[in-house]
């Protein structure tokens, strides 16, 4: 098989609006650097995130879905992502139990100040994404050009 | 048990205590008993069937039966109880409208089994203790009955009935070591490969008849997900590969914490695909990193979904346990 040395994944971070996203901004404002290819998605808490969702990222070309919210006890809305850390592992768990490769999942959680770590994240994220190779597994053939 | 149930249900009637009977009849063939609404007597004296066959689980139509004028009677096998509860949790039906009777059950047979076990031709399944008695245009054959069982009966989980007005038959126990994930397990110590392989090979099967969650009575909203017409999934087969990964996993997912294992889809789907292993992985994840739950088993307690403590396992907990051996 040839290897495409040109080939960047497709990932797509869910941010929950009160944290993540805010430390995206930050990241930004100090001027660190993430892949661009890296496509933020805005949402209002990170138990907003509907496991459909990620499942339509993969179908549309995402190699990777990450989720990124507040750290646990410091929701917005107080509990918001104490339940989406329990609906994420179990999803996981069950991608993995069709054989699809867990390390295209992932939580983080990552305050309004820590921008530094939001741009670590995403580059260690792409890396190890980029490592797995494209998302074979969940694709839509339809969805590819 | 069929004329001491059709007795029951005929005195219920005529005492005037329900104005209707939920039971099986027959369908087109005399093992696929479907459920039936019976007002009379004489109605339960010719169609009424409760046999090896009466598999069905009553639970799922007590949501627009309770809902009508008057009392109805219902016929709550073990496992169909904890979907009975279930729902009374979610406030889908209205228990005061219902008499229920709990039946006693040593399990519930599976045509596919009795055809796969090379019996061809069959007109009639008689139980006779631990025998069934099976009558084919070749004559007289006899089975183990323990050999003809559904997947839900072989490893059954309990015969306790958790909520019901009476009991026909002793009720019975819950029994944790009833073996049910066992082919979980053999999954999960598979590796990813030979794991996304199996899957293919059960999924790309699916025909989206929808059976499976028509069936389920935790898959009862109003409205469905895949019934949005914007989704692009509604109302058809799967096109390619991710539709059938979509369907099932969001479908298992949305049960998950209410799914109380009963069985009815793996009964249903007519392609066979062992939905009950996507519903156990779930049931066995919650189990061991939530606690031992049991959706059904009463009326307090909160599904794991539904719940939280601040000491959770991270997701990542997930890239560490089994699956890569
Ligand atoms: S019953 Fe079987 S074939 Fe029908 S939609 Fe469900 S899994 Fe697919
Ligand atoms: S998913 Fe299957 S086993 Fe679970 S409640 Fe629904 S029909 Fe029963
Ligand atoms: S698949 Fe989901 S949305 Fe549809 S009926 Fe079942 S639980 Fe409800």
């Not at chain 1, 104490?82 to 990552?110: C, H, N, P, Q």
């Not at chain 2, 996993?249 to 939905?275: K, M, N, Q, W, Y």
Request: aromatic share 10%; net charge neutral; proline share 3%.
């Amino acid at each position: 098989m040839q290897v495409d040395k040109n080939w960047t994944p497709t990932i797509v971070a869910f941010c929950c609006n009160w944290c993540s996203y805010a430390g995206a901004d930050l990241s930004g404002n100090n001027r660190l650097s993430y892949p661009a290819n890296v496509k933020i998605i805005r949402i209002p808490c990170s138990c907003r995130l509907n496991p459909m969702f990620i499942l339509r990222a993969f179908q549309r070309g995402a190699d990777g879905v990450i989720l990124c919210g507040c750290h646990p006890g410091d929701c917005h809305y107080t509990t918001g992502n104490y339940y989406a850390r329990r609906r994420m592992t179990l999803l996981f768990s069950m991608l993995d139990y069709l054989g699809i490769e867990k390390e295209r999942t992932r939580v983080e959680w990552v305050s309004a100040a820590e921008g530094a770590k939001f741009a670590a994240t995403m580059n260690e994220f792409v890396e190890a994404v980029t490592a797995l190779g494209e998302n074979k597994r969940l694709e839509d053939f339809r969805c590819k050009q | 048990m069929q004329a001491v149930i059709k007795k029951k249900a005929i005195e219920l009637l005529e005492s005037g205590t329900v104005n209707r009977v939920l039971g099986w009849k027959a369908g087109e063939f005399f093992y696929d008993l479907t459920p039936a609404v019976f007002t009379t007597p004489e109605q339960i004296e010719k169609d009424f069937v409760y046999s090896v066959f009466s598999g069905a689980n009553m639970s799922k139509y007590l949501i627009d039966e309770s809902k009508k004028e008057g009392k109805v009677a219902a016929f709550i096998k073990p496992c169909d109880g904890y979907s009975f509860v279930q729902l009374q949790k979610e406030h889908r039906i209205v228990r005061e409208n219902i008499y229920a009777v709990g039946l006693a059950c040593d399990g519930m047979c599976d045509m596919r089994e009795i055809r796969e076990a090379g019996i061809k031709g069959v007109t009639s399944v008689e139980e006779d203790g631990e025998t069934l008695k099976i009558g084919t245009i070749y004559g007289e054959k006899t089975m183990a009955k323990k050999d003809a069982l559904l997947e839900r009966c072989v490893h059954c989980k309990s015969k306790k009935v958790v909520d019901c007005d009476e009991m026909i038959g002793e009720n019975g126990e819950e029994n944790r070591d009833c073996g049910r994930f066992d082919e979980v397990e053999k999954l999960e110590a598979m590796s990813p490969d030979e794991r996304f392989a199996f899957w293919r090979s059960q999924l790309s099967r699916c025909i989206r008849c929808n059976a499976c969650r028509e069936v389920c009575p935790a898959c009862s909203c109003v409205k469905c997900v895949f019934d949005n017409p914007n989704s692009g999934i509604a109302q058809k087969a799967a096109a390619s590969d991710f539709e059938e990964n979509n369907f099932h996993i969001i479908r298992a997912f949305h049960v998950a914490g209410r799914c109380t294992d009963c069985g009815e889809c793996s009964r249903v789907c007519p392609e066979h695909i062992p939905l009950h292993l996507l519903n156990r992985k779930f049931i066995k994840d919650m189990n061991e990193l939530y606690g031992f739950y049991q959706a059904g088993a009463d009326f307090e307690s909160k599904p794991p979904v539904m719940n939280y403590t601040t000491g959770d396992a991270e997701p990542s907990i997930v890239y560490a346990r089994g699956g890569d051996k």
